[in-house]
């Protein structure tokens, strides 16, 4: 599953990009951060975080990207069982890379 969400003005606090990140494992077990990397997407700090977990018993691989920008939150995700993960991230890099905030959700 590839899937995004946003939240602006109150929805979130200003917490850091790796404490907000946290917040989007609700339901994993057996959590195991294998990478975290900041960078920049449209011009803002965002972090990527790759990790395997356990969920409903069953391994998942899971990448995450989180930036805050005028505002607002956003989340990608990336969640897919640790064999297919390999041919869902292009698809989940090319997602979240065309990402681009203007204003007015």
């Not at 920008?69 to 890099?93: H, I, N, Q, R, T």
């Amino acid at each position: 599953a590839i899937s995004t969400d946003a939240y602006c003005d109150q929805a979130y606090d200003d917490s850091s990009l790796r404490s907000l990140t946290k917040h989007l494992f609700p339901g994993l077990q057996k959590i195991k951060i294998e990478k975290e990397t900041t960078f920049k997407l449209d011009d803002r700090e965002a972090l990527r975080t790759s990790l395997n977990a356990m969920f409903d018993g069953l391994p998942v691989k899971v990448e995450t990207v989180v930036l805050k920008k005028d505002w607002c939150l956003f989340d990608f995700y990336l969640v897919s069982a640790p064999e297919k993960f390999g041919d869902a991230l292009p698809y989940f890099e090319d997602f979240y890379q065309g990402f681009s905030y203007s204003g007015g959700i």
